[in-house]
């Protein structure tokens, strides 16, 4: 299993990914995008909007994370999110209703700096997706 960790993706619905054969997982933190590797040090780390990518031995996926938080410990990487879509299986019509509901939170008054930071992170990501 060299070079190799495990990784498992989990939202509220059900265990979204699992894979042993996991390579690299580029995650979008809030101190930027980070990349994991096999025996990176132990670290936690709260995920903002965008670009999950998984590189496994055999194939890549790609997801759009919402939020989450990201925990590597022994070469295991937990993701807990609320919500997470896979890019093969994301629709420009899902993508769009997203955004809309975005951009509504967007217009409120009583919006918080960091929520209207998050907003802009979910739309520009959004945005630059090449969907169908």
Not at 70 to 88: G, M, P, R, V
């Amino acid at each position: 299993m060299s070079g190799q960790f495990k990784i498992n993706i989990v939202n509220p619905e059900k265990s979204f990914l699992t894979s042993e054969e996991a390579i690299e997982v580029i995650i979008p933190a809030y101190e930027g995008e980070m990349g994991i590797l096999s025996d990176h040090i132990s670290t936690i780390s709260f995920l903002k909007p965008g670009i999950l990518k998984v590189i496994n031995k055999s194939s890549d996926d790609t997801f759009f994370i919402e939020d989450g938080i990201a925990e590597f410990k022994d070469n295991c990487l937990s993701i807990l999110t609320s919500s997470i879509y896979n890019l093969n299986e994301l629709t420009r019509v899902k993508a769009e209703e997203i955004i809309k509901a975005a951009e509504k939170e967007l217009n409120e008054d009583t919006i918080s700096d960091q929520n209207k930071y998050l907003l802009d992170q979910k739309i520009e990501t959004l945005n630059s997706l090449n969907l169908n």
